[in-house]
C-alpha cells in the first residue's frame, strides 16, 4: 500500500520558520517526481512547489519564491519543503503529492500528481 506521511507543521509566528517532511512508503518514489501543495479554509489547493528525481528541475509559486525551498533525500524515500519569513497568508493544510506521467507536461497542476498525503497543518499566527 502507497503511502506519503508529511510531517512537522505546526503554530509558527510571523516571520518564523518551519520544516516539512514528507515519507514515502509502500513503493520507492525515487525517480518519481515530488510536490508540495496547500489548501487554506474556504479555497481551492494551490501548488506551492516541485522538484523532479534529480532534484535539477524545481518549480515554485511566486507567493514563495525565496522564502521556500523544497529539496529530496532518495536515499530516505523523503521530501522536504523548508519554509522561512513565513506569513500569515501561509497558513493552510499542506500536502505533498507524488507526480505522475503527465508531470513533465503540467508540473504545477494536480491533475499531474498520482498519489497524495493526508496533510499536515501549518498555522502562522502572533
Known amino acids: 500500500q502507497v503511502q506519503l506521511v508529511e510531517s512537522g507543521g505546526g503554530l509558527v509566528q510571523p516571520g518564523g520558520s518551519l520544516r516539512l517532511s514528507c515519507a514515502a512508503s509502500?513503493?520507492?518514489?525515487?525517480?518519481?517526481?515530488m510536490g508540495w501543495f496547500r489548501q487554506a479554509p474556504g479555497k481551492e489547493r494551490e501548488f506551492v512547489a516541485t522538484i523532479n528525481w534529480r532534484s535539477d528541475i524545481i518549480y515554485y509559486v511566486d507567493s514563495v519564491k525565496g522564502r521556500f525551498t523544497i529539496s529530496r533525500d532518495n536515499d530516505k524515500n523523503t521530501v522536504y519543503l523548508q519554509m522561512s519569513s513565513l506569513k500569515p497568508e501561509d497558513t493552510a493544510v499542506y500536502y505533498c503529492a507524488a507526480g505522475g506521467r503527465w508531470w513533465n507536461v503540467r508540473p504545477r497542476n494536480r491533475s499531474s500528481y498520482e498519489y497524495w498525503g493526508q496533510g499536515t497543518q501549518v498555522t502562522v499566527s502572533s
Open positions: 509502500g513503493r520507492t518514489f525515487t525517480s518519481s517526481p
